[in-house]
């Protein structure tokens, strides 16, 4: 287990900070595995993660990662943007999450705030097309240009392993 | 003149401009590894330069969906192959994390002296490929027969060299054989002299220490705004090492101490990577002492008592029924896993390796993630190079780590 509670600041303490600050804008704290994880509206993402960064008792000034999930069974919040942040002083990581509808995944960029964002973003749209507003570069970093879907979006199957049609002497099963 | 135009279509104001387009990769010697740069260049001063990876992108989230836990291992293998055995430990320490899985300590011990194992050949690629890159080809030979020999340790505990698979949920696939210990002593007692040897090549080299001081440097600012992890942001002065951080595997129990660089340029990361294979050393030396220390029973123990996880001995596969069962289950990913979402993160090769893993309690993850560092520290380049010359800017790319597997998961 990941021994971060030693010090001052604890998954408690960032709680009270933040319903403080933002009231019922940040909600669904929970803490699973050690990691207190909470969401907010996606309009209000940059504030929280500038709160984040800036309050002098918080200090989540690193951005670990970035990474979007698709839920296709939740109408309305079928994409997740995951920000992992880390206070490398107290040592506590938090997990904080913005949803978006899939028709219009219009979320604000953070790599004016994190540098390291710049490209976290990009892989996010290229594997979700979350649209992030804002992003200096906003393009495919791993697949190719011509690409016309999001591939890491759950209404795209893997090939099914039991297909029978492919007739392949070198690569096929 | 006219007619010469309408042959060669140049892009518009190609001629007029003062400087040069040049590309450098996707496959080029000096990337080692498959990246595109294409930089403007003033003489030989970068001017400004775009980067381009992608270009082994194989899918592992996606795959990883379908798979059970088992068969995303050898995935991870190919993220950062100079240390593969990071990433399957890593990999393996995700999953018993969701599935709280604890390890005895031998098995802890044992991991950890695989993981500084591939921590050395890691450092040791790196630290000799700048030095290829800065013209001195003698160190590289000389060290491989050492990685060689860390190969050889791996082969005995997995039965591969490269892409390792190694361990499993729990522990290891079977005990480390005494060939394997042997060898362990054999490196324990003659790497010390090569690595000084190696040490005394580059440390206080008049044309090494031209090339590589103040050049690709960066700030502790900068550096974490960019998400830098492992020894390139130790580089820059800041002490952050998971190992110490979130220790896992039973870091704590050893004595090393974390070194720090000051300007984060290529001479800091090289002596900081440096000094982590020698504090890697003093680990591998201590865990194996805590080895032997182990009496009776306890001294084979090299697994948990995790039936639902832990692969059964095959000659129990073929004469028990029980054995068999099990056996059956965990290959077609028959187990469930518990909902839930976790993030675990090693002390990787090159940086913070990260698996954000969710499960919906079903027998792939619903999604996987993994925290690339070099993907992540990588988009700094362009500001590293600018302004500086052209061979140093080969020299801030070997010396950074970046491993295109790793990049383009």
């Known amino acids: 287990m990941d021994k971060e509670q030693k010090m001052g600041l604890t998954n408690e303490r960032i709680q009270e900070r933040l319903t403080g600050k933002f009231g019922d804008a940040v909600f669904h704290f929970e803490e699973s595995y050690g990691m207190l994880s909470f969401e907010a509206a996606k309009e209000n993402n940059l504030k929280v993660l500038q709160f984040l960064h800036d309050d002098a008792e918080l200090g989540f000034r690193f951005l670990t990662d970035l990474c979007a999930v698709n839920y296709p069974d939740q109408p309305g919040r079928e994409l997740a943007v995951v920000y992992h942040l880390h206070n490398l002083v107290d040592n506590l990581r938090i997990r904080f999450k913005v949803f978006t509808d899939i028709t219009t995944p219009d979320v604000y960029t953070a790599s004016k705030l994190f540098a390291a964002a710049n490209w976290m973003e990009r892989e996010t749209y290229d594997f979700f097309g979350v649209n992030f507003v804002g992003h200096p570069n906003l393009k495919r970093i791993l697949n190719v240009d011509e690409m016309d879907y999001f591939p890491l979006r759950k209404e795209y199957p893997l090939e099914d392993q039991t297909r029978v049609d492919k007739d392949d002497e070198m690569f096929g099963r | 003149m006219t007619e010469h135009h309408q042959h060669i279509k140049l892009p518009e104001g190609s001629i007029e401009k003062q400087t040069v387009t040049l590309n450098v990769g996707p496959t080029h010697p000096a990337t080692h590894g498959v990246f595109q740069n294409i930089m403007e260049l003033d003489g030989e001063r970068i001017v400004s330069t775009e980067s381009t990876v992608g270009y082994i992108h194989r899918a592992f989230e996606k795959i990883a969906e379908r798979r059970p836990l088992y068969q995303i291992t050898p995935l991870t293998d190919r993220l950062n192959y100079c240390s593969s055995p990071i990433n399957n430990m890593g990999w393996h320490l995700t999953c018993e994390k969701l599935l709280d899985v604890k390890t005895p300590k031998r098995v802890d011990y044992l991991r950890i002296i695989i993981m500084e194992l591939a921590r050395i050949s890691d450092h040791l690629i790196c630290n000799s490929i700048v030095g290829v890159d ?188 029980e054995a068999l069962i099990w056996h059956f289950k965990i290959i077609m990913g028959e187990v469930d896993m518990p909902k839930g979402e976790v993030y675990k993160s090693v002390e990787g090769g090159n940086g913070e390796l990260g698996f954000y893993l969710i499960s919906d309690g079903g027998r792939a993850p619903f999604r996987l993630h993994f925290r690339r560092p070099c993907f992540i520290y990588y988009q700094a380049y362009p500001e590293l190079v600018t302004g500086g010359m052209l061979s140093d800017a080969i020299v801030t790319m070997s010396s950074l780590n970046l491993i295109a597997g790793e990049m383009d998961a």
């Open chain 2, 134 to 321: 800065t013209g001195a080809y003698t160190g590289f030979l000389y060290v491989m027969q050492y990685r060689e020999l860390i190969y050889e340790i791996y082969e005995e505990v997995c039965g591969s060299r490269l892409t390792t698979n190694i361990g499993r949920i729990g522990g290891f696939e079977r005990n480390f054989s005494n060939t394997a210990f042997t060898k362990l002593e054999k490196f324990l007692k003659e790497y010390p002299s090569v690595l000084k040897e190696f040490e005394n090549l580059f440390t206080r080299n008049r044309i090494f220490m031209d090339r590589t001081i103040g050049t690709g440097g960066i700030s502790a600012e900068r550096a974490l705004n960019y998400g830098f992890t492992g020894p390139n942001l130790r580089a820059t002065g800041v002490d952050y090492d998971v190992r110490v951080h979130a220790p896992y595997s039973s870091y704590e129990d050893f004595d090393f101490s974390i070194p720090v660089g000051k300007t984060g340029d290529n001479y800091d990361r090289f002596l900081v990577r440096n000094e982590e294979m020698w504090q890697s050393l003093s680990i591998i030396q201590q865990a194996y002492q805590k080895i032997q220390e182990f009496k009776g029973a306890e001294a084979e123990v090299f697994h948990a008592n995790v039936p639902e996880y832990y692969l059964p001995k095959k000659e129990d596969v073929y004469t028990k029924m």
